[in-house]
């Protein structure tokens, strides 16, 4: 699941009550970040809870999913997107690789899994559809009903290709190659298939695929929305240098 990004983060917060279930956590910050993942989980759990009751649970769509990956290269020690790199605010696969789950008992398998990336953006198409609505290439829209590939009704990626545009950085994949374009440097290629921590960039080695895929993600940009909202310019150079930092790649035992 490919996901977009939020506003910056507000201080985290959790009950002393669940704070006390975390107390072997030495960090304080990744305590408080374990405590506020027990309340939501627990919150999750009342909401399906009240649907099973009201006998509404087996015919409605849960979908959970995260704005963004974790904020990491921020001096935020409580979140770690291993075996991911990166983080939230750049387009390395821990900023933008998310949890993605949806429950729906009387259409969709328990346990199920599909292997494609899918985008936040198809939940507005997808939704619209299950409701019965209709749409066309006349409204313009980013994403795709997800839904069909999910049931096996229809095979393959719902996607031919993904791109990603976020204050200083562009992003595009195609299959299991992923570019990334920055102001300040070539742009990198990684192969997700043999490279999932995007370690090894490999555009030196694949210069016609890399001048193609910078085509496709320069035509895309140039001919979308004039963007209205940016972060300010303090995180430019935040952003740029996140993607030179050593990350964690291995979640703690």
Do not use: C
């Given at each position: 699941?490919?996901?977009?990004?939020?506003?910056?983060?507000?201080?985290?917060?959790?009950?002393?009550?669940?704070?006390?279930l975390?107390?072997?956590?030495?960090?304080?910050?990744?305590?408080?970040?374990?405590?506020?993942?027990?309340r939501l989980?627990?919150?999750?759990?009342?909401?399906?809870?009240?649907?099973?009751?009201?006998?509404l649970?087996?015919?409605t769509?849960?979908?959970?999913?995260?704005d963004?990956?974790?904020?990491?290269?921020?001096?935020?020690?409580?979140?770690?997107?291993?075996?991911?790199?990166?983080?939230?605010?750049?387009?390395?696969?821990?900023?933008?690789?998310?949890?993605?789950?949806?429950?729906?008992?009387?259409?969709?398998?328990?346990?199920?899994?599909?292997?494609?990336?899918?985008?936040?953006?198809?939940?507005?198409p997808?939704?619209?559809?299950?409701?019965?609505?209709?749409?066309?290439?006349?409204?313009?829209?980013?994403?795709?009903?997800?839904?069909?590939?999910?049931?096996?009704?229809?095979?393959?990626?719902?996607?031919?290709?993904?791109?990603?545009?976020?204050?200083?950085?562009?992003?595009?994949?195609?299959?299991?190659?992923?570019?990334v374009?920055?102001?300040?440097?070539?742009?990198m290629?990684?192969?997700?298939?043999?490279?999932?921590?995007?370690?090894?960039?490999?555009?030196?080695?694949?210069?016609?695929?890399v001048?193609?895929?910078?085509?496709?993600?320069?035509?895309?940009?140039?001919?979308?929305?004039?963007?209205l909202?940016?972060?300010?310019?303090?995180?430019?150079?935040e952003q740029?240098?996140?993607?030179?930092?050593?990350?964690?790649?291995?979640?703690?035992?």
């Open positions: 699941m490919y996901a977009s990004f939020n506003a910056p983060h507000t201080p985290l917060q959790a009950t002393e009550a669940d704070l006390s975390y107390a072997h956590i030495k960090d304080i910050k990744r305590r408080t970040y374990s405590a506020m993942v027990h989980d627990v919150n999750v759990g009342n909401i399906v809870k009240e649907l099973k009751k009201q006998k649970f087996d015919n769509v849960i979908v959970f999913l995260s963004n990956g974790g904020p990491v290269a921020r001096k935020n020690p409580w979140t770690i997107n291993a075996p991911y790199r990166g983080g939230k605010g750049i387009l390395l696969e821990g900023g933008i690789r998310v949890l993605f789950i949806m429950s729906w008992p009387k259409k969709i398998k328990a346990g199920s899994t599909f292997e494609y990336p899918v985008s936040a953006l198809d939940l507005t997808t939704f619209v559809e299950l409701a019965g609505g209709k749409f066309n290439a006349k409204d313009k829209m980013d994403g795709v009903n997800v839904f069909p590939y999910l049931t096996g009704d229809k095979t393959g990626a719902p996607h031919a290709d993904m791109k990603w545009r976020f204050t200083i950085s562009a992003s595009i994949r195609e299959g299991d190659w992923k570019l374009r920055l102001p300040e440097r070539l742009p290629l990684y192969n997700l298939k043999n490279d999932i921590t995007e370690q090894n960039d490999v555009a030196d080695q694949h210069r016609d695929r001048v193609r895929m910078l085509k496709a993600l320069g035509d895309w940009d140039i001919s979308a929305p004039q963007v909202y940016l972060e300010g310019d303090r995180w430019r150079r740029v240098n996140s993607y030179d930092v050593e990350y964690q790649l291995t979640q703690p035992e």
